[in-house]
């Protein structure tokens, strides 16, 4: 009844509008009056009148010649015997209609001329299967035209069918199609009818708690919007699924919902009964007011007959329902009991949560000053090792100071890893979009890591593609923690090998009138390779590949890293690899051209090699002020400075500093940001006020990515980060001398 009922009101839907636009011929007019009144006798139950009205309606268009017409009559006389369960009346008419659809070749008539076959035959037992062939060509009709709002009933029929013949695997196809047609529509009452579907599929599939999820969206649409014989339908199926899962009471509700929707559409169907009582078989036969007179009395005969069984009904609903209120005041105690209980739980667990934020606000705090209270010794050691060995009198230690400055490396890598995960858990890292020398950041990279590469005898082969430009806008850092990551662990896990490095342009876009290069980096090994088995454990944090034969340190924290940053970028990671044959880390990223430095020659290489200090020592003595409140550290600067011929000053602190710079003049600042007293920020601002021109670098411990944007607020120029790089701090000592210099 429900399908019928749906079909019905599709044709009201979709044939009613398009009516409004006919020809306005006096025949046409009368035919469309005729059709329009016959749908509103049907839509207010009066069947004798709509069938009458849909004779008349068929007389006329036959006298006409009008195809379109008869098919409408026809088919109003189908949809009226087929709702009066005369289905062989309702048969018939429907395949005349059928036959007129045919003869105006509209595609539209036609659909639903095979829709409504579908409905006779998909009812009997043993011709379902021809009902869903004639569904089917609706769909390849409406496929074929592109017409989505067509492919709905079919679909949903075929699905029906299926699941009244217990085959909800065939069902589920036609399920999932019409739930996508009708994401783009707004029927709810066919929502409601489609959920209800999928609650019998997943029912029939043994999966309760899709079904119940389906079943319970059903119900709000058809309660919401009073859908008398949706509602009848889903609270039937609904309640089959509630007591299937031993839920009695729920089910028995169900029920009782059930039974209020069936009493509501027995009211519609008996006002029914009554108009159209004379219109039962043919309106001519008007004796069919005695066989409606029989029917009533019939029914009154079977009201009086079961209503002794139905007092007896009542008498046991009664108690079973007394025993059910005892039962649900019981558990409305308990109910009362429990809430009480997790009230209490809920205090405890806000409570929890405020301390849990306490304590992670705790831990962020403790990472950042711990970094730098244990980068600031890091420096001394670093620094007095790299100037060690650089003596030639401590030949016979070089092995042991090697030994100890990779120690303080590895140290600092840890401390830099561990902070690095803790910020991008805590989400505190944001990219930058700066301009940087993309081939002098590489180089760099390469002679971070050259301790390492000849300590395994490894040669590295960086390769760039020449399209690149000098200058790129983004965020070196980041791209320097990937790269070090990846080509140290290459180094790593290589002896005697070689590191092809090689960087291409894989594409250039223009966004907003912006140009921008994906950059596509290639970071190959012929060492030891990586198990298949391996290959995503790696990418998990403080997981190692630990290969029998070998004895690697680490961790653990290098790939994770790697993933989580290309994840900032909008990119990922990609490894190819095999056992004893090495591996391939390759991703890309998009960087946005720096078009001020456009015209900046594309350096070589082998021109970065060049230490430019090498080169400049011997023509500059420049004066650099040294403010730091350690004294380890003033020592370490110092004594590298000097190897360069630089003369440097010491000022203990802040204070000092500003009257060194007032009263003696320099030529750089290394300025450290945390001290007592003043900090250096604010030693740079007063500096500033009488003297905007003199460079000054921060000399800092702190995480940079915490103070660049106070930091450079507050007038400085650049950023050492300690412990550094002795190459790197040379360079960044020149960049911002040589101007004044020269």
């Known amino acids: 009844m429900i399908r019928k009922l749906l079909l019905t009101s599709l044709f009201i839907i979709f044939f009613i509008l398009p009516l409004t636009a006919q020809n306005k011929e006096v025949e046409k007019d009368s035919l469309e009056d005729l059709l329009n009144h016959s749908i509103d006798f049907f839509v207010d139950y009066n069947y004798h009148e709509g069938i009458q009205s849909s004779m008349d309606l068929i007389h006329l268009a036959d006298s006409l010649g009008s195809d379109y017409y008869l098919y409408h009559g026809h088919n109003n006389l189908g949809v009226a ?24 070749k509209n595609d539209t008539l036609i659909m639903w001329a095979y829709n409504n076959m579908g409905n006779i035959y998909s009812e009997t037992k043993d011709n379902y299967l021809k009902g869903i062939s004639y569904y089917k060509r609706v769909i390849d009709l409406a496929t074929k035209l592109n017409n989505q709002e067509e492919l709905i009933a079919p679909n949903i029929n075929i699905a029906w069918t299926y699941l009244d013949k217990n085959q909800p695997d065939k069902a589920k196809e036609y399920l999932d199609n019409a739930k996508t047609v009708l994401k783009s529509q707004n029927f709810e009452y066919l929502d409601a009818e489609l959920d209800m579907l999928y609650g019998r599929y997943f029912t029939e599939t043994n999966q309760i708690d899709s079904a119940k999820a389906y079943f319970e969206r059903s119900t709000r649409i058809v309660n919401k919007d009073s859908l008398a014989y949706e509602g009848a339908e889903t609270y039937k199926w609904y309640a089959e699924m509630l007591f299937r899962n031993g839920e009695f009471k729920e089910a028995y509700q169900a029920l009782k919902t059930q039974n209020e929707y069936e009493s509501e559409i027995f009211e519609h169907s008996k006002t029914a009964q009554i108009q159209s009582a004379n219109a039962r078989f043919d309106v001519s036969e008007y004796q069919k007011n005695l066989e409606l007179a029989k029917q009533e ?22 108690i079973v329902l007394f025993i059910i209120l005892i039962f649900l005041n019981r558990i409305n105690r308990s109910r009362k009991t429990l809430i009480a209980e997790l009230q209490e739980k809920n205090t405890e667990l806000r409570k929890s949560k405020e301390e849990t934020e306490r304590l992670s606000n705790l831990k962020t705090q403790f990472f950042s000053t711990v970094s730098h209270e244990l980068r600031t010794p890091l420096y001394g050691v670093i620094g007095l090792t790299s100037l060690l060995l650089e003596d030639k009198g401590l030949k016979d230690h070089q092995k042991d100071l090697k030994s100890l400055k990779f120690s303080a490396d590895y140290l600092l890598a840890l401390i830099n890893d561990v902070l690095q995960i803790n910020k991008m858990e805590s989400k505190e890292v944001q990219l930058e979009c700066i301009s940087f020398n993309f081939r002098e950041l590489l180089q760099s990279i390469m002679q971070t890591l050259e301790f390492t590469r000849i300590q395994n005898k490894n040669t590295i082969h960086l390769e760039i593609d020449e399209n690149i430009p000098s200058f790129l806008m983004g965020d070196s850092v980041r791209l320097s923690q990937i790269m070090v990551n990846l080509v140290g662990n290459a180094l790593k896990f290589t002896e005697r090998g070689n590191i092809w490095i090689k960087v291409n342009v894989e594409d250039e876009i223009v966004e907003d009138s912006e140009e921008f290069l994906a950059i596509k980096f290639e970071v190959k090994d012929d060492g030891i390779g ?38 900032l970028f909008g990119s990922d990671i990609h490894l190819e690899s095999e056992e004893n044959k090495g591996s391939c880390f390759s991703y890309t990223i998009k960087f946005k051209k720096d078009l001020n430095k456009a015209d900046v020659p594309v350096s070589k290489i082998e021109d970065l090699q060049v230490d430019l200090a090498d080169d400049l ?30 003369v440097c000053e010491i000022a203990q602190d802040g204070h000092e500093a500003v009257e060194k710079v007032k009263n003696t003049a320099f030529d750089l600042v290394l300025m450290d940001v945390n001290m007592p007293g003043i900090t250096g920020m604010e030693a740079t601002q007063q500096i500033r006020k009488f003297n905007e021109e003199i460079p000054i670098v921060a ?19 650049d950023i050492i980060v300690k412990p550094y790089d002795v190459q790197q701090f040379y360079r960044v000592v020149y960049r911002n001398i040589i101007p004044i210099a020269l």
């Open 81 to 104: 015997y087929e709702e009066l369960r005369d289905t062989l009346r309702a048969k018939s008419h429907y395949e005349r209609a059928l036959e007129y659809a045919n003869s105006t």
């Open 297 to 318: 009395k019939v029914y009154q005969e079977q009201i009086i007959a079961k209503s002794n069984e139905k007092l007896i009904l009542l008498i046991v609903a009664a």
């Open 530 to 567: 990586i198990p298949l088995s391996k290959q995503k454990e790696i990418f998990e944090e403080f997981s190692q590949l630990k290969p029998t034969n070998y004895n690697y340190q680490g961790t653990g924290l290098g790939l994770p890293i790697v993933k989580k940053m290309l994840k």
């Open 617 to 646: 020592d011997s023509k500059l003595q420049n004066r650099i002020l040294i403010v730091d409140d350690n004294r380890i550290n003033q020592v370490v600067t110092k004594r590298i400075l000097e190897q360069k011929s630089f």
């Open 699 to 717: 000399l800092t411990a702190v995480e940079v990515e915490e103070i660049r944007e106070e930091i450079h607020s507050a007038g400085m120029n």
